[in-house]
């Protein structure tokens, strides 16, 4: 666990720019041992017609500098990682050994069965164990994204339906929720449907009555949902759906907050998508390799992507690939088996015992910080105490003192720390949406809720400071859209070296 004050402080580096700035004319970190065979001429037109602009730079200008900029990197292995909805967990290095066990690393997915016999047994057992976290029937383990993990839920549903001669156009998604579900239920073909919140920042329950007809083909939801609040008229809201035969697709982001309390399955849910990285603490983020599980009820499982694995009578495991309604394939292979080693050796690390510890302290935590920032950041739906993350609003501040959210999420990088998410969901103003994890002690969550509450107070005495912040980083406020737009991948050296 982490003990207090930020791992990393903030500050101007010895040496910015690129490795290009440290060249020097004649400076070289090896040299070419003397030829021992003939030498030969490269033919003309595969010559370079100037030479190629490499740094001049000694072994270690090379080592000082990519050491910096290891640590100008921030991540949850230096300090809190407050981004709500994200659940940018510590992740247990035991797994990363586990990983890394030549039985594992060292397979070849075209391997026979016989061969490959614990692999498929740790897949068995992940499987079983994900099933009972969740309350599904089975699972596949093949989605290499929960964002893949969506689109095959959605696929799932649309056959479904399809094999039961219905034509269901409309997918009903709350206002709340991730900007994903959308995506993925046009990607999948179906029509996005919004329901909005009350309040309270629950489903509007009235008015998803009023949408619910025989063209909706199901339901995606997120419980907590994505304003940190657990549904709780969640048992009327599926019963609901099931009434016109639509299906109840649970998006497992918040997944975290409820493991050993309640499950999916208990509430309802006919399918489930699990993001490994935010619950079972493989790696997060920087575009894969990932693991997104989808496990569905016992009505949905011949649709599932083949192959996945079964058990024969004396014990031996294969793939299954005799499957009729299969939806097929959604991985070239059968899933990232790395991350899924790491899940397994997260969840059994853990136990059932230890994955409920994980959800209650993920709550307690949530809750404290947010207790300790309410004086200037106060809840945007104070009516439902908040699960294991939590959305503020920066508007009454705003209204002061004429600061935004988007400056005090600058300003916690100059005292430290890792912004939280803000301006998501987009139903609060101002939203400041954080969510501290389970991992972190007392003393850091004071820690972070102390820059939170400093920023609040300069924001009244010096608001320039936070429009401008960061004011201690090698690189200041970004056009973060154009950044987005405009990215540029490649330096080029003003002039090339001699």
């Not at 003397?34 to 200008?61: C, F, G, K, N």
């Not at 164990?129 to 839920?153: D, F, K, N, V, Y």
């Not at 083949?306 to 991985?331: E, K, N, Q, Y």
Request: net charge negative; charged share 20%.
């Amino acid at each position: 666990m982490n003990g207090g004050a930020p791992i990393r402080t903030q500050g101007p580096p010895a040496s910015t720019g690129t490795i290009a700035d440290r060249s020097s004319p004649g400076r070289r970190a090896s040299a070419f041992a003397p030829l021992d065979v003939p030498e030969v001429t490269v033919p003309e037109p595969h010559r370079r017609v100037q030479a190629p602009e490499l740094p001049r730079v000694a072994e270690v200008d090379i080592v000082r500098h990519y050491t910096m900029l290891s640590q100008l990197n921030y991540g949850v292995d230096t300090g809190p990682y407050p981004l709500g909805s994200c659940t940018m967990k510590y992740n247990p290095k035991v797994a990363e050994t586990v990983a890394g066990f030549p039985g594992f690393q060292r397979v070849h997915p075209l391997q026979p069965d016989a061969t490959v016999q614990g692999t498929l047994e740790m897949l068995w057992r992940l499987e079983e164990a994900l099933c009972e976290i969740t309350g599904m029937s089975r699972a596949t383990l093949q989605p290499p994204a929960g964002a893949c993990g969506e689109m095959t839920g959605l696929l799932i549903m649309r056959a479904f339906h399809s094999d039961h001669g219905r034509q269901r156009p409309k997918v009903l998604i709350p206002d709340a929720a991730h900007g994903t579900n959308p995506a993925s239920v046009r990607l999948a073909g179906f029509e996005s449907v919004n329901v909005p919140s009350d309040e309270r920042g629950l489903v509007d329950v009235e008015a998803l009555r009023g949408l619910v007809d025989d063209e909706v083909a199901g339901l995606m939801l997120t419980n907590p949902n994505t304003l940190g609040l657990f549904e709780e008229r969640i048992e009327e809201i599926t019963a609901l759906l099931h009434s016109v035969g639509a299906l109840v697709y649970y998006d497992g982001a918040n997944l975290n907050a409820i493991m050993g309390k309640t499950r999916p399955g208990d509430m309802g849910f006919d399918i489930v998508h699990i993001n490994t990285h935010k619950t079972f603490a493989t790696p997060h983020g920087g575009g894969g390799p990932g693991a997104g599980p989808v496990g569905v009820a016992s009505h949905l499982v011949d649709y599932l992507p083949a192959p996945i694995v079964a058990r024969d009578d004396d014990g031996t495991f294969r793939w299954d690939r005799d499957r009729p309604r299969s939806i097929g394939r959604l991985h070239g292979f059968n899933g990232n088996i790395g991350v899924l080693v790491r899940a397994y050796a997260y969840v059994f690390a853990h136990g059932g015992d230890g994955l409920t510890e994980v959800s209650e302290l993920a709550a307690l935590n949530a809750n404290y910080l947010a207790a300790r920032l309410a004086v200037a950041f106060p809840l945007a739906y104070p009516q439902v105490p908040p699960m294991h993350e939590f959305v503020s609003t920066a508007e009454p501040l705003k209204k002061e003192t004429g600061v935004r959210a988007m400056d005090v999420a600058k300003r916690l990088i100059d005292l430290g720390y890792h912004p939280p998410t803000v301006y998501f969901p987009l139903v609060v103003d101002e939203a400041m949406m954080i969510e501290p994890t389970e991992t972190e002690s007392q003393q850091t969550l004071d820690g972070m809720a102390d820059a939170f509450l400093q920023a609040a107070e300069e924001a009244r005495t010096d608001p320039d400071l936070l429009h401008e912040a960061p004011v201690s980083t090698p690189v200041r406020r970004l056009d973060e859209a154009r950044a987005a737009r405009h990215l540029r991948l490649r330096w080029g050296l003003a002039e090339p070296p001699d």
